[in-house]
């Protein structure tokens, strides 16, 4: 009947806000791809990292937005893309850094993980990817090298001021002895 029906329609989109509540709430971002390449969806994280609003990415192949260029500057193939790696084996794979490119230009330093999506048959139709910003543990990893160069150069110092003071300490001897 209409009711069940209603009912029916009432549980899927139930179900859907759920889902879609969960994908919000991770911090990681998180996005969708057929075996196209084109965005099955996305989660408000992942979108955000990247400078998209959350819809402005699902329906648009990903690679040529956010995934084509590698670190160093050169052109990233599709075709040596993780996302095709995963497609080619079914296996899911990792990478502990990868770049990916926000919507203004700039570079997203990320961990990734690609894993196959499979359908109730277990047909390869597409892929998941999560993905962690980098960006705040570099530059901590950065500053920490900065600081340790910096505790180098100051104990390096007071090595050259200490043994400059025995070299003084000596000619200062020397001269009272001559006066």
Request: aromatic fraction near 6%; hydrophobic fraction near 40%; charged fraction near 20%.
């Amino acid at each position: 009947t209409a009711v069940e029906v209603a009912h029916l329609l009432d549980d899927v989109e139930t179900t859907k806000g759920r889902y879609r509540a969960i994908l919000d709430s991770v911090q990681d971002g998180i996005y969708g791809v057929d075996l196209s390449g084109r965005c099955l969806f996305i989660n408000r994280a992942g979108a955000q990292m990247l400078g998209y609003g959350p819809d402005d990415l699902v329906g648009q192949i990903l690679h040529p937005l956010i995934h084509h260029t590698r670190k160093d500057g050169t052109a990233h193939a599709v075709e040596h893309c993780l996302i095709e790696t995963v497609f080619r084996t079914g296996q899911p794979c990792e990478l502990a850094e990868d770049v990916l490119w926000r919507r203004d230009g700039t570079k997203c330093t990320v961990r990734c993980t690609v894993t196959p999506l499979r359908s109730t048959s277990q047909m390869l139709v597409g892929a998941v990817v999560t993905f962690a910003d980098l960006t705040g543990q570099q530059l901590l990893e950065s500053q920490l090298r900065q600081s340790q160069k910096m505790e180098a150069m100051g104990r390096l110092a007071g090595g050259i001021a200490h043994d400059f003071n025995n070299l003084l300490t000596i000619i200062k001897g020397y001269s009272e002895l001559l006066l």
